[in-house]
């Protein structure tokens, strides 16, 4: 799972800063943008209404008014000056404005999900698991794609995304189980029963991914003054202005920039001193916080993805042996030592970049399926946990085979936490009928994403501080 990326997070793309972006620069874009906004819907008004009762008795200065408009935005100022503009002021659509929009984001939501993304009507659409779990993923995607930064997040996208995951995850409030219980009647007569309650998975998941999630909001909400600031990465001098900048100007894009291979993200600066010692310790406590966050997302992902039912297409396309998916090397020290270790033979591994880590756990995971298959054939479709504990006693070779095979492709998704997801996941996922499973995994993808996110924005803004002292230590000795 690509828990940087989020396949999820590679949707991203950069944003482009400008040098130096102080909180004063940053209100005044932020004004300028709010201003653009307010011309472009008066704009839009004005194409659109009927001018058939203006008034050509006085002059017409329509570069004034629009100027005023600029100016004030309040209600009162827009309706006067729309007066003078001779329109009529159509506050009853201004004031709805607002509702029918979410109104319309809500029908077409709701029409995607019934159709299955298939706009055309046909029934060729996925399935509603399928249609939920791309729903949230896009909806991520929208929210914080543009996320690149330790601040807090814009109060749109804040409404944005807390109203459309409510709606999203208010299907979980139907998904119910039936339980047996007594029912007395009125005579005195106890008769049983079916009752409704919650699903045990949902009931116990889902309230701790929206803690979670509440949780990371916080964090990024806590950055709302901070000591640090970010550049864009293209900006070779973008220091604060002291007697120190020039002199580290020029070597600052190649010591603080964490990921060389990331380019497009914002540097972090610190001031030339550093951070002081109390924001340092409060970024460590938000990241190991953050950490902590990515480690349970993680959990709960895994854990529901194990649940999902392994689709009969990945079955049917699974290598003859195992021995020939994992490799002669490999399989020899997994079968010839008495006490096997994962770590040890990752070490000996030449696994470079994430893309051999995610070929290797392709590799071990369809070996352990096809060793587990082997493993299961005397004993029909009980499931594996069965199978372990009826043939470990006899010392299967198969068995023994899947369980290191098993704590492997765990050790290599240990070691490399922002891997993306394997083809057995993809294929989970996109066979997965179940819509309580698709909510709870694709939930739980995004929130790992945003988690691990933060965890390494945190990293660079601790870096460029390590570097600025130690770069300022060289200079001064």
């Not at 990326?5 to 482009?16: H, I, K, L, P, W």
């Not at 009762?53 to 408009?69: I, N, Q, R, T, W």
Request: charged share 25%; glycine share 6%.
């Amino acid at each position: 799972m690509d828990s940087s990326s989020a396949s999820v997070s590679d949707e991203t793309s950069g944003e482009r800063g400008g040098c130096c972006s102080s909180p004063s620069t940053r209100s005044l874009v932020d004004t300028a943008g709010n201003l653009s906004r307010s011309v472009s819907d008066v704009s839009t008004s004005f194409s659109s209404e009927q001018c058939s009762s203006v008034d050509h008795s006085g002059p017409f200065e329509p570069a004034a008014a629009m100027a005023k408009l600029m100016v004030d935005r309040s209600p009162a100022s827009v309706a006067a000056s729309l007066s003078r503009l001779s329109m009529k002021p159509r506050a009853d659509v201004l004031d709805r404005r607002s509702t029918d929009d979410e109104m319309e984001l809500v029908k077409e939501r709701f029409s995607k999900l019934l159709l299955g993304e298939d706009m055309s009507g046909g029934g060729k659409g996925v399935c509603t698991a399928v249609a939920i779990s791309n729903a949230i993923t896009n909806l991520y995607a929208t929210v914080f794609g543009s996320c690149h930064k330790l601040e807090p997040l814009p109060a749109g996208k804040k409404a944005m995304w807390r109203r459309e995951m409510d709606c999203l995850l208010s299907v979980c409030d139907y998904i119910v189980e039936f339980y047996p219980t007594s029912q007395t009647l009125p005579d005195g007569t106890k008769v049983e029963v079916m009752a409704t309650r919650p699903r045990s998975d949902i009931y116990i998941n889902l309230p701790a991914l929206e803690k979670l999630d509440a949780m990371l909001i916080d964090i990024l909400d806590s950055f709302q003054k901070a000591e640090f600031w970010y550049a864009d990465a293209g900006t070779r001098s973008f220091c604060s202005v002291t007697s120190l900048s020039s002199t580290l100007s020029s070597s600052f894009r190649r010591s603080m920039h964490r990921n060389e291979e990331k380019w497009w993200l914002p540097v972090p600066c610190v001031p030339d001193t550093g951070l002081t010692e109390k924001v340092c310790r409060d970024l460590q406590k938000k990241r190991d916080c953050a950490n902590q966050i990515h480690k349970a997302a993680v959990a709960i992902n895994s854990g529901v993805l194990s649940d999902m039912e392994v689709p009969e297409s990945f079955m049917a396309v699974l290598p003859k042996s195992g021995r020939a998916s994992v490799g002669d090397a490999v399989y020899r020290v997994m079968l010839g030592a008495d006490k096997f270790s994962p770590d040890f033979l990752l070490d000996t591994l030449d696994i470079s970049s994430e893309h051999d880590a995610l070929a290797m756990a392709d590799r071990v995971e369809a070996a352990m399926y096809v060793w587990r298959r082997k493993a299961s054939g005397s004993h029909g479709k009980m499931p594996w946990s069965k199978v372990k504990e009826l043939a470990g006693d006899d010392d299967d070779k198969n068995v023994t085979l899947a369980s290191r095979a098993e704590s492997l492709l765990l050790c290599l998704k240990h070691r490399f936490p922002g891997l993306s997801q394997t083809t057995l996941d993809t294929s989970k996922i996109q066979f997965n009928k179940d819509v309580g499973q698709a909510i709870l995994e694709s939930y739980s993808r995004v929130l790992e994403s945003l988690a691990f996110n933060i965890v390494s924005w945190i990293d660079d803004v601790l870096f460029a501080d390590k570097s600025i002292r130690k770069l300022s230590d060289n200079l001064k000795s």
